[in-house]
C-alpha cells in the first residue's frame, strides 16, 4: 500500500544519507574493510568536488563523457587490465580538485592533456595517503611501493583516497597503458581542435581506428551451443584473458600487443553464441617469421584445464590480416553497452546516444581558452622494447600455430 512505499522510500533516503566515516571501521577486518571502501571512496569523491549544484554537476558530466570515450575506443575494463568505473572517476575528480571553477569542456579538454603527459609510473593521489588508521582501527596493509616489491612493479598507479589506500588500477599491463596513452593523445588533438573550432566533441565518439591502424590481429572466438553453458566458459575465458595479452607482449620475439577491450558478442544462424576479442600485434623490424605457439601457452593451459569445460563449450583462436577481419568489427558504437555501471550515480539509460551526453558542452564550448595549462608531471621517456618496433609492420605475419592441448584450435 503507499504507508509501506511511503515508509520503504523513508528508509532509502536514510540510508543514503549514511557517511561512512573512518569509525565505522573500527572492529572490522580487511575483508569487510575492502568491502566498505567503494562506498566510502565514491562519498570522498563527491566531498571533494563539494555540494555547489554547478561543480557537481560539471563533475558528473565530464566523467559521463569521458566513461563514454572510453568505452568506444576500447579502453574500459578492469577485467581485461584497463581502467573502470572508479579509475576515471578518480581521474576526473582529480581535474576537477586542480581547477575547481572550470567548466565541462575545460574540464574535459585539461583531462585528456593532463593524462596524456602524465609521468606513468608517478601516482594520481588525490590526497596524502594516511600511513595509519584511526584509534580502534586495526592495521591494514596500503599501496607502499618503496618497501613492497609489487607495489613498485606497478605501472599506472591510481590511487584510492580513504585508508587503506590501494591502487586501483594494479592490473594494467603495458600493452594496456600503451592504448590508453594512445588514445589519450588523439583525444588530446581532438579536444585542441575543438578549442579551434575545427571540429566538435562529438567527434570523441566518431568510431575508432584501431581496426584500421594495425596488418594483423589475432581474433579470440569463445563460442558454444548452450547459451547456459556459454555463459560460464564465457566468463571463465574473460577472467584470465589478461594472460593471454600478456603473453603476447614479448620483445625477445619481437611482438607488441595491442588489445581492444571489447567482446563482440552474438547468435549465429546455426545457433551457437560466440563472443569474439581482439588483439592486434606488431612486430620489430627484422622480425621475418613468429611461433606464437609458446606466447599463447599459459593461457590455453589454464583454460583446457578447467574442471568445468563441457563438449559444448569450445575455443578458436586465429591470425587475421586487417583485409580480411569480420564485418562487426568496424561497426560504430552508437549506443551504450546493456549493463550498469559500478559507480552509477544517476538513473541513466543506455538509449542516451553520444550527440546527447556532449550536448551539455555546447553552451560553454566558446569558453575554452586554449593556451590554459593545469599542473601536470612531466612525461617520462616511453620504455622502449629490445627490438624496434615499427607501427603498423607487415613483414612479420605469424605463420605457425603450436600447441598440443586438445579442444583448442590453433590456425
Same mark, same amino acid.
Given at each position: ?7 520503504q ?20 577486518d580487511?575483508?569487510?574493510v ?20 554547478t ?14 570515450w572510453?568505452?568506444?575506443?576500447g ?28 567548466k565541462?569542456s575545460?574540464?574535459?579538454n ?24 584511526i ?66 566533441w562529438?567527434?570523441?565518439f ?15 572466438d ?38 581492444? &577491450? $571489447?567482446?563482440?558478442?552474438?547468435k549465429?544462424? =546455426? ?5 569474439? /576479442?581482439?588483439?592486434a *600485434?606488431?612486430? #620489430? ?27 559444448t ?13 569480420p564485418?562487426?568489427a ?39 581558452d ?14 622502449? &622494447? $629490445? ?6 609492420? =607487415?613483414?612479420?605475419?605469424?605463420s605457425? /600455430?603450436?600447441?598440443? *592441448?586438445?579442444? #583448442?584450435?590453433?590456425?
Open positions: 500500500n503507499n504507508e509501506d512505499d511511503d515508509e522510500d523513508e528508509i532509502a533516503d536514510k540510508i543514503a544519507e549514511v557517511v561512512v566515516s573512518d569509525q565505522m571501521l573500527i572492529g572490522l580487511e575483508t569487510s575492502r568491502c566498505v571502501n567503494g562506498v566510502r571512496v565514491s562519498q570522498y569523491l563527491l566531498a571533494i568536488v563539494g555540494t555547489n549544484p561543480r557537481l554537476e560539471s563533475f558528473r558530466l565530464t566523467l559521463r563523457i569521458v566513461k563514454e572510453a568505452r568506444v575506443h579502453l574500459y575494463s578492469n577485467v581485461l587490465g584497463f581502467l573502470g568505473g572508479v579509475n576515471w572517476a578518480i581521474l576526473v575528480c582529480w581535474v576537477c580538485k586542480e581547477n575547481p571553477n572550470s565541462p575545460m574540464l574535459l585539461l583531462f585528456f592533456r593532463t593524462f596524456a603527459n602524465w609521468s606513468w609510473p608517478h601516482p594520481v593521489l588525490l590526497a596524502k595517503q594516511q600511513l595509519h588508521p584509534k580502534g582501527v586495526s592495521s591494514h596493509p596500503i599501496w607502499d611501493p618503496v618497501n613492497n616489491f609489487r607495489d613498485a612493479k606497478h605501472l599506472m598507479p591510481i590511487i584510492t583516497p580513504c585508508y587503506p589506500s590501494m591502487n586501483s588500477s594494479y592490473n594494467v599491463g603495458e600493452p594496456q597503458l600503451r592504448r590508453i596513452q594512445d588514445e589519450l593523445r588523439r583525444a588530446t588533438k581532438i579536444s585542441h581542435d575543438v578549442c579551434f573550432g575545427r571540429k566538435t562529438s567527434d570523441l566518431k568510431g575508432n581506428d584501431f581496426f584500421r591502424q594495425h596488418a594483423n590481429y589475432l581474433q579470440v569463445i563460442s558454444s551451443t548452450q547459451e547456459d553453458d556459454f555463459r560460464e566458459w564465457f566468463g571463465l575465458c574473460e577472467a584470465r584473458m589478461r594472460i593471454l595479452i600478456a603473453g603476447l607482449e614479448n620483445p625477445s620475439f619481437g611482438t607488441q600487443a595491442y588489445p581492444f &577491450a $571489447k567482446f563482440f558478442t552474438r549465429e544462424e =546455426d545457433g551457437k553464441h560466440v563472443s569474439s /576479442f581482439f588483439v *600485434l606488431r612486430f #620489430a623490424e627484422d622480425t621475418e617469421k613468429v611461433d606464437l605457439g609458446p606466447l599463447i601457452m599459459d593461457y590455453l593451459q589454464i583454460v583446457n584445464s578447467w574442471d568445468g569445460r563441457k563438449e563449450m569450445d575455443l578458436a583462436i586465429n591470425i587475421v590480416s586487417q583485409k580480411n577481419l564485418s562487426f568496424f561497426e560504430v558504437e552508437c549506443e551504450k553497452e546493456n549493463e550498469v555501471d559500478d559507480d552509477s550515480t544517476s538513473s541513466e539509460t543506455s538509449t542516451n546516444t553520444n550527440e546527447e551526453i556532449v550536448s551539455g558542452l555546447d553552451d560553454d564550448t566558446s569558453n575554452v586554449a593556451s590554459k595549462a593545469t599542473k601536470t608531471v612531466q612525461k617520462s621517456p616511453p620504455r622502449s &622494447a $629490445k627490438k624496434k618496433l615499427e607501427p603498423g609492420h =607487415d613483414s612479420g605475419t605469424p605457425m /600455430f603450436i600447441s598440443p *592441448l586438445k579442444r #583448442a584450435k590453433i590456425s
